[in-house]
Every structure is written in C-alpha cells, then in structure tokens.
C-alpha cells in the first residue's frame, strides 16, 4: 500500500536517530488512552478518549506514508512513490478526515441539535491539534469551520482512509460509535455542556455571554488533552526513558510534602511578634483548609508570609479534595526565583523518586515553534509549579498549541495567584470567566494571596450592572481566609508613611540627596521608581556621592541569574549591617524577600505604594541607637519630569493615588495638624485600598473585555470574539437556530482571538545574554545538533530562562541593526546578544529612553 516492496504497514513517525518506525495504530490507541485520562477530569473521557483515536485518522492516506518515508530517506528519491518533504511539509492535509467522521457520526443525534454541539467541539479539535484551534467564523465572517467540514475529497482524501483503516480501529470506533453507545456519549457529553453553558434561561436554549465563553472554555480544555497527549506519545516513541520519567513523576504523595513542611515550620523559633503573627495566621489558614472547594481571598500585609502559609493550605487541600498539583502564578520572575527555591529546599528530599518543583517562565520560547522545540516544551507535569501570570493567561488565551497543551493541567488543581493586583485591566474579564470555569468546571480551587486585594468579585458594584453578565469572580462562601484582617494589618503596622509630594515635583539631584540623607539616617535605603530611565540616572548620580560597593541597580534589562547575584549581595549587606543604597524598577515590590529601614517611592498606584512599604521593616527588626523598636520610613516623592504617557496603568493610578492623598488629608487634617506631621500610615489599610481599587476599576470598566480596533473589519473585544461573537455579520446565525428550538452552536473566532491576544501589550523578543554562565550556554546552544539531541536543547533552553531579557520591539530592531543579535542556528528562532552590548551595571544597555518596563514574562 505505501510502497510496492513492503508489507502493508501503516506509519504514524520514523525516529530520527535510528529510522524506527512507529505504528498509526500504536500512536492512535496511546493518544487516546492520555487523552481520555485527562478528559477525565472534567467528566468527559469518552470525548477525550475518541478524539485521541481519531485525531491522525488523515495518515492512513498514501500520500502522507509516502511523505513520512520521503523525509525519512526510507524512499529512494528516484522512486515515482517519493515525494519531496521541504515542499509538502505542513501541505498534506492529515487533521480533517478525523473531523469530518466524528462530525457525520453525531451530529445527527438529538431532536434538539445536541449531537450537532458535540460533533463541532470534537471535531473543532481534531482539525486544530497541528494548527491551534481554529475559527468558527473569521475576522471576515466567512464560516471557516463549516467549510473545513466540506472540504473536497481530494484535499481530504477522507475515503481512502475509512478504506485503508486498520480493523483494531474499526473496532474501538464501532464500540464507542453503536447505536446504544453514540446516544449515551452524546446524551452525557451535552448534560456536562448544558450544566455548563448555562443554555437554559426560561426560554430553552438561551444565550449568554458567559455560556457562549465556557463552551469554548470546554473545547480549548478538550484540545489541550489531545495536544499534550499526541505530544507526550510522540516524544516518548522518540525518547522512550520519557515515558519511565513521566511515570515517576506519579510517585509522590501529598502527606510526605505535609510532614516535611510542618517540620521546618516548627523548627522556625517565635522569638519576635512578626514571627508570632505570622504562625497565627498560619495556623488559621491551615484550620480551612478542610473546607469546600471554591475561590478564596488571602489578604496578609507584607511580610506576613504568604508562600508558606499559602503552600500550607493548598497541601493539605489538595490532600483533602485529592488534587492533582499546585500551582504558584505570580507576576514577576523574581518571585518565582526566589520563591520556587525556598519551596524546593523543603519539599525536595534525597531518594525522591521526581523534583516535587517545577519553575517555568519561558522568557525564549521562540515564536515559531520549531519540532525539537515541541518536544522539549514544558507540560508543567509536576507536583508544585511556579509560573508568571503571563504563561497562566497564554495557556488559556494564546493562539497555536505550544501553550494550550498545558490547559488541562490546570484542571483538579490548587491555583495560587500571588499578588493577583497586578493582573492586566484588559484581561479581567477573560481572566474572571476562566477562573470561574476551572474552579466550577474543572474541579479546582483557587485563593488570591495579596496585601492589596482588588475587587474582582463586585465589578458590578462599580456604577455598571451589566458588569457581572460580562464576567466577575463567583467567591465561595466565607471566602477570606483571614477572619480579622483590620486587626492583622494593625498588628503587623511596622512603618510611617510621608506624602512628599509637592507642586513642581522632585528634581534628579533633590530625589537622590534625600536617597543619601536616608542612607546616614538608616544605614540602608531603597529607592522604587517607575521606569528603568530613571533608575539608571538616579544611579549614576548616588553611585558617584557614594563608595562603589554600596549602591545598586535592579531593573529588568538585566537577566534574572544576574539580579538574583545583585539581590544576594544585597541580602547579605542588609544581615551585616553594612551600607545599601538600592535603585530598583518596581520589579522588587512583589514578593522579593529585603528588609530596608527607608524606602523612597515614585508615586504611582496605591498598591505600589503599598507593595513598596512591604520591602520597608519587613520583619519588625528595625532599632535606634539604643536598641529601642521603631518604625520605618516610607516617603512618597514626585519626580519633575517623567516619560510615562505610553503607560496608562501607572498614569490613572497616579491620579487616583492623589485622589485617595487629598481625601485622607481632609478625613484626618486635625490628626495631622495635632502631630504637626504627616504621618500617612493608614493609607496602607484594607478599606482605603478597596476605595483606590473602586476608584481604579471605575473609570475603566470599559477597557476589561480586552478591545482592539483596527483587526479586520470592525471594533470589537475579545471577550466577544470568545463568546457570542455577536458584532460579527453573521450574529443571526444562532438566533435562527433558538427560533426552531435549536441548541447553539460554536460561532467563535478563536484564531483570530488568539493571535490577537497578548498579556502585555507590547510583543517582546527574548535573547539570551552572555552573562556568567550564560556565555558557556549560549556556546553550548550554538553547536548543539538539535535535531537528534533534543533532550539536550530542552535542558539548555530551561537553563537559559535564567540569562535571558525582554526586549521590546523598538530596542529588539535598533540590536538588530547594532548587529548584537545572533541567532543560535539558522531557523530556531532562539537568539543571543553580543557581549559588548551587556553591562554589568545595567544589563542589556544600548542607550535609549524607555519608558517601558516589562514585569510579567
């Protein structure tokens, strides 16, 4: 059948190493067995089971055998069979035969189209599991999916496949797709779809926002299970000890992380009041962790230790609803430096069968998603995961399939969103509505740990009722963890917070002297400003006043392993009492463990301002000269001149931050006046935070549903795009369907959404800097032979997370033209910088004004 001289034998791959061949049959029966174990955890394994069967149901064609043996050299190039694989890669179409035979089998079933439903969102995967999922209806309004179902025959080659299928498949398709079986699947498919799009609102079959939004929800879960499973098959036919390593990866339990952690926790003395607080708060959080699963709230004031506490509850949540793993999502990859190493130094033990942690912030992944690169990506498999908000939002949103293979991941899981303020405006609602799912869908829960809790769960409290029919947080009952967080703030008050702001504002001398003033009040000071311009002039003018040794830099254009380096120098001058004079972006307000006495303050939203103050007296340690406890210092200050008009998230919180100045100054002008101070301390309290976020979200409700214009042919969002997509010319389409008592269909733009979609709103490119043991890494990376030591790239790549930089497309084509840019080998998308261009100081350094600071990655 493939070729004239060998046995009938269908092909799914050929290893490149040594030409072994892997069955279709094989792959087919191991992709549906993964694919229905993770379909399993939202009740649809049946679904995830056919889909794994059917999704290379296109490879029976003999044109794509004779492709896979062209490309494999198992054809001669002078046979007639051989066909020339550059120019019919990605050309032979193997993806929709499998959609159109799920698609003619069920979507008949049901007086009420609910076999319809069924078929498109099974079928909708299938044709996506190489592309990323695809439209429904385009940018355009043509109906992509529709015509993927009438595909001719000759593009297909639909009929020669069901001829050229192997009997073993025959036979697991006639068993799931008899009669009896097909009504059963679909029956139960549909009730999960119904429950779960909320079809019915006393009329049968209506529509909604979020109803629309879920269903699609329910088909990126279900692509996501066939992605990773098809990945995970592939990989281990090409490594087998993969599938030894996966696994193991079972093999642990959350009762040994438990024991572990409560033996470090009692070995940590209580000999300061920060120190008792915190076990109390510990102790309360571990009491609920017994309680239903849902969306809870962590309000604890800086340095009241969230990473423990937090990873304290969600362990023995887990053990107590059987959750599959935890994951950490946090908004800067300093966090997750810092906070992934306390984690695995107590989880981590000697004999351990798998690391219990896993970092990811892939800051290289290229865009073009090479196959070694496929193979060596990330699935964040792993007991306890810490990731950026970035990568969670990608996963969920993100067009192509290198990132929504990790969507099921998320499913049967303790999600902790640490500092969740720092969560994009535009994504809030997509955010909201994919939370909800996975916490009422998927079987998840999920707690929102910060000091300044934004109100996700009443935007329809903030003047616009329409807001929670667009998407809001559905919190569990008793959602705060905390029971007296008025109390707890009150306790754990360990500075004093100055309003230096003045008409005409600050000058770069003025802001820097006062810097060298805190230093010889305190020993120590720290400096937060809003963009790396500043941080590099502010640092260059105290680095001249003072000794070499004492004054620092942190902003992003260096890589992670080198702030970490500077941050730990830092540390340890801090612990010796020797002189620190840090300038920092305001990369080091969430959740990066220093203790200054003085902290100087860029104005900027309150919850910067308030996260700023956590890196102030973190521990309750400060003394004067004769040992007396006092408080820190927190002085907010307003530059003269400052280059942000291209950052709108720092310029309203700044003026609602001015707004919540004034009206503290009028509520306590007699306490301010009696003291003949300003002493703006409450300003960091729950209820003044939760007014600012009022006043934040207020004016901006309308940026939530993440708007674009200029894409096609109209304005729109993509909360719309991912749901009803109604502003599209066919909105009727649906409405036609209600009318003869119909269930809706799929009408969403999900390629379109996607490759709109991003969590930052400049794109970035990643290079890999030459910076200790990057430059080894890089040299390494270059001579690598990727096609056959995949493992390797893999490993180098994860590696190389630690010497990498954001680059924002102005500065990425001024490297370009510079020539300090280098790709690692030609088509791999993955790039280093020169050396000349990093400097040990600053970082990435080619002179510029850049307003922007990447924080999320």
């Given at each position: 059948?493939?070729?004239?001289?060998?046995?009938?034998?269908?092909?799914?791959?050929?290893?490149?190493?040594?030409?072994?061949?892997?069955?279709?049959?094989?792959?087919?029966?191991?992709?549906?067995?993964?694919?229905?174990?993770?379909?399993?955890?939202?009740?649809?394994?049946?679904?995830?089971?056919?889909?794994?069967?059917?999704?290379?149901?296109?490879?029976?064609?003999?044109?794509?055998?004779?492709?896979?043996?062209?490309?494999?050299?198992?054809?001669?190039?002078?046979?007639?069979?051989?066909?020339?694989?550059?120019?019919?890669?990605?050309?032979?179409?193997?993806?929709?035969?499998?959609?159109?035979?799920?698609?003619?089998?069920?979507?008949?079933?049901?007086?009420?189209?609910?076999?319809?439903?069924?078929?498109?969102?099974?079928?909708?995967?299938?044709?996506?599991?190489?592309?990323?999922?695809?439209d429904c209806l385009s940018k355009d309004d043509k109906l992509v999916f529709w015509d993927r179902m009438d595909k001719p025959d000759e593009?297909?080659?639909?009929?020669?496949?069901?001829?050229?299928?192997?009997?073993?498949?025959?036979?697991?398709?006639?068993?799931?797709?008899?009669?009896?079986?097909?009504?059963?699947?679909?029956?139960?498919?549909?009730?999960?779809?119904?429950?779960?799009?909320?079809?019915?609102?006393?009329?049968?079959?209506?529509?909604?926002?979020?109803?629309?939004?879920?269903?699609?929800?329910?088909?990126?879960?279900?692509?996501?299970?066939?992605?990773?499973?098809?990945?995970?098959?592939?990989?281990?036919?090409?490594?087998?000890?993969?599938?030894?390593?996966?696994?193991?990866?079972?093999?642990?339990?959350?009762?040994?992380?438990?024991?572990?952690?409560?033996?470090?926790?009692?070995?940590?003395?209580?000999?300061?009041?920060?120190?008792?607080?915190?076990?109390?708060?510990?102790?309360?959080?571990?009491?609920?962790?017994?309680?239903?699963?849902?969306?809870?709230?962590?309000?604890?004031?800086?340095?009241?230790?969230?990473?423990?506490?937090?990873?304290?509850?969600?362990?023995?949540?887990?053990?107590?609803?059987?959750?599959?793993?935890?994951?950490?999502?946090?908004?800067?990859?300093?966090?997750?430096?810092?906070?992934?190493?306390?984690?695995?130094?107590?989880?981590?033990?000697?004999?351990?069968?798998?690391?219990?942690?896993?970092?990811?912030?892939?800051?290289?992944?290229?865009?073009?998603?090479?196959?070694?690169?496929?193979?060596?990506?990330?699935?964040?498999?792993?007991?306890?995961?810490?990731?950026?908000?970035?990568?969670?939002?990608?996963?969920?949103?993100?067009?192509?399939?290198?990132?929504?293979?990790?969507?099921?991941?998320?499913?049967?899981?303790?999600?902790?969103?640490?500092?969740?303020?720092?969560?994009?405006?535009?994504?809030?609602?997509?955010?909201?509505?994919?939370?909800?799912?996975?916490?009422?869908?998927?079987?998840?829960?999920?707690?929102?740990?910060?000091?300044?809790?934004?109100?996700?769960?009443?935007?329809?409290?903030?003047?616009?009722?329409?807001?929670?029919?667009?998407?809001?947080?559905?919190?569990?009952?008793?959602?705060?963890?905390?029971?007296?967080?008025?109390?707890?703030?009150?306790?754990?008050?360990?500075?004093?917070?100055?309003?230096?702001?003045?008409?005409?504002?600050?000058?770069?001398?003025?802001?820097?002297?006062?810097?060298?003033?805190?230093?010889?009040?305190?020993?120590?000071?720290?400096?937060?400003?809003?963009?790396?311009?500043?941080?590099?002039?502010?640092?260059?003018?105290?680095?001249?006043?003072?000794?070499?040794?004492?004054?620092?830099?942190?902003?992003?254009?260096?890589?992670?392993?080198?702030?970490?380096?500077?941050?730990?120098?830092?540390?340890?001058?801090?612990?010796?009492?020797?002189?620190?004079?840090?300038?920092?972006?305001?990369?080091?307000?969430?959740?990066?463990?220093?203790?200054?006495?003085?902290?100087?303050?860029?104005?900027?939203?309150?919850?910067?301002?308030?996260?700023?103050?956590?890196?102030?007296?973190?521990?309750?340690?400060?003394?004067?000269?004769?040992?007396?406890?006092?408080?820190?210092?927190?002085?907010?200050?307003?530059?003269?001149?400052?280059?942000?008009?291209?950052?709108?998230?720092?310029?309203?919180?700044?003026?609602?931050?001015?707004?919540?100045?004034?009206?503290?100054?009028?509520?306590?002008?007699?306490?301010?006046?009696?003291?003949?101070?300003?002493?703006?301390?409450?300003?960091?309290?729950?209820?003044?935070?939760?007014?600012?976020?009022?006043?934040?979200?207020?004016?901006?409700?309308?940026?939530?549903?993440?708007?674009?214009?200029?894409?096609?042919?109209?304005?729109?969002?993509?909360?719309?795009?991912?749901?009803?997509?109604?502003?599209?010319?066919?909105?009727?389409?649906?409405?036609?369907?209600?009318?003869?008592?119909?269930?809706?269909?799929?009408?969403?733009?999900?390629?379109?959404?996607?490759?709109?979609?991003?969590?930052?709103?400049?794109?970035?490119?990643?290079?890999?800097?030459?910076?200790?043991?990057?430059?080894?890494?890089?040299?390494?990376?270059?001579?690598?032979?990727?096609?056959?030591?995949?493992?390797?790239?893999?490993?180098?790549?994860?590696?190389?997370?630690?010497?990498?930089?954001?680059?924002?497309?102005?500065?990425?084509?001024?490297?370009?033209?510079?020539?300090?840019?280098?790709?690692?080998?030609?088509?791999?998308?993955?790039?280093?910088?020169?050396?000349?261009?990093?400097?040990?100081?600053?970082?990435?350094?080619?002179?510029?004004?850049?307003?922007?600071?990447?924080?999320?990655?």
């Amino acid at each position: 059948m493939v070729l004239k001289d060998r046995l009938v034998r269908y092909l799914a791959h050929v290893r490149g190493g040594d030409g072994w061949e892997q069955p279709l049959m094989d792959h087919l029966r191991n992709v549906g067995r993964l694919s229905e174990s993770f379909a399993g955890k939202i009740g649809l394994g049946d679904a995830g089971k056919m889909i794994g069967l059917l999704h290379d149901l296109g490879k029976y064609s003999r044109s794509f055998q004779n492709y896979l043996l062209s490309s494999s050299g198992k054809i001669n190039p002078d046979s007639e069979e051989y066909m020339d694989p550059f120019s019919k890669k990605g050309k032979i179409d193997h993806s929709t035969a499998g959609a159109k035979y799920i698609w003619e089998k069920l979507r008949g079933v049901g007086k009420c189209g609910q076999g319809e439903v069924c078929a498109q969102i099974m079928a909708l995967c299938i044709a996506s599991h190489h592309s990323g999922m695809i439209d429904c209806l385009s940018k355009d309004d043509k109906l992509v999916f529709w015509d993927r179902m009438d595909k001719p025959d000759e593009g297909t080659r639909y009929s020669e496949c069901l001829s050229a299928m192997e009997n073993e498949l025959k036979t697991l398709l006639n068993e799931s797709l008899d009669d009896s079986k097909v009504n059963s699947t679909v029956n139960s498919f549909f009730s999960y779809l119904n429950k779960t799009a909320r079809f019915s609102t006393g009329e049968k079959y209506g529509f909604s926002t979020i109803g629309a939004f879920n269903l699609g929800m329910t088909a990126r879960f279900l692509l996501s299970c066939l992605v990773d499973a098809d990945r995970i098959d592939s990989a281990e036919f090409e490594d087998p000890s993969r599938k030894k390593e996966r696994l193991r990866r079972r093999d642990f339990d959350w009762q040994t992380g438990i024991d572990r952690l409560e033996r470090v926790l009692d070995s940590y003395k209580q000999d300061s009041q920060v120190n008792e607080i915190r076990r109390r708060i510990s102790d309360e959080c571990l009491e609920r962790a017994d309680d239903p699963q849902g969306i809870y709230t962590l309000s604890v004031p800086t340095g009241g230790g969230k990473t423990l506490l937090s990873l304290r509850y969600a362990m023995r949540h887990a053990l107590r609803h059987d959750l599959h793993r935890i994951i950490y999502v946090v908004p800067f990859t300093s966090i997750i430096e810092q906070n992934a190493q306390e984690v695995r130094s107590i989880l981590e033990g000697e004999g351990d069968a798998c690391p219990w942690v896993l970092e990811h912030h892939s800051n290289i992944e290229p865009e073009r998603q090479t196959w070694s690169y496929k193979l060596a990506a990330e699935n964040w498999d792993c007991p306890v995961v810490f990731t950026t908000m970035v990568q969670f939002l990608e996963t969920l949103f993100r067009g192509g399939n290198s990132r929504v293979r990790r969507m099921h991941m998320l499913a049967k899981t303790v999600l902790v969103f640490d500092e969740i303020q720092s969560l994009p405006i535009k994504c809030t609602h997509l955010f909201c509505n994919a939370l909800n799912f996975l916490v009422e869908q998927a079987g998840s829960t999920a707690v929102l740990c910060t000091a300044t809790q934004p109100t996700l769960d009443r935007l329809s409290s903030l003047g616009n009722p329409g807001l929670a029919e667009k998407g809001e947080l559905h919190m569990a009952e008793n959602s705060e963890l905390v029971s007296d967080k008025t109390s707890l703030f009150d306790d754990l008050r360990r500075v004093r917070v100055s309003n230096l702001s003045r008409s005409g504002g600050w000058s770069k001398e003025e802001i820097g002297d006062l810097a060298l003033k805190r230093l010889e009040d305190f020993g120590n000071c720290l400096v937060v400003v809003n963009t790396k311009t500043w941080a590099k002039r502010l640092f260059e003018y105290c680095s001249s006043e003072t000794e070499a040794e004492v004054t620092f830099h942190l902003s992003t254009g260096q890589c992670p392993a080198h702030r970490k380096e500077r941050l730990a120098v830092i540390r340890k001058r801090l612990s010796e009492g020797r002189r620190v004079l840090c300038i920092s972006t305001q990369l080091i307000e969430a959740g990066v463990d220093v203790d200054f006495g003085a902290v100087i303050r860029f104005i900027a939203g309150l919850d910067s301002i308030a996260q700023a103050a956590g890196r102030c007296n973190r521990h309750g340690e400060l003394r004067d000269s004769e040992g007396v406890p006092m408080m820190g210092d927190v002085s907010i200050v307003n530059p003269s001149e400052e280059k942000i008009s291209t950052l709108k998230d720092i310029l309203i919180g700044q003026e609602k931050t001015k707004r919540i100045l004034s009206e503290y100054e009028e509520e306590h002008r007699h306490e301010l006046k009696a003291c003949e101070a300003t002493d703006y301390s409450g300003l960091l309290d729950p209820i003044t935070l939760y007014r600012y976020f009022d006043y934040f979200f207020f004016e901006r409700t309308d940026e939530m549903g993440y708007n674009f214009s200029g894409k096609g042919s109209r304005d729109d969002n993509l909360l719309n795009l991912l749901s009803l997509n109604d502003k599209s010319g066919l909105a009727e389409f649906n409405v036609k369907r209600k009318s003869t008592g119909k269930a809706p269909l799929l009408l969403q733009s999900f390629k379109f959404a996607g490759d709109i979609f991003r969590a930052i709103d400049a794109p970035t490119n990643s290079v890999i800097c030459p910076y200790g043991a990057g430059k080894e890494l890089i040299s390494k990376l270059c001579s690598l032979s990727i096609g056959f030591e995949f493992e390797e790239y893999g490993t180098l790549l994860r590696r190389a997370q630690q010497y990498s930089v954001n680059v924002f497309p102005n500065v990425w084509k001024r490297l370009c033209n510079a020539g300090a840019v280098h790709e690692i080998q030609e088509g791999e998308g993955v790039f280093y910088l020169d050396k000349a261009f990093y400097n040990s100081d600053f970082g990435l350094c080619l002179e510029q004004d850049s307003p922007m600071e990447l924080l999320m990655s």
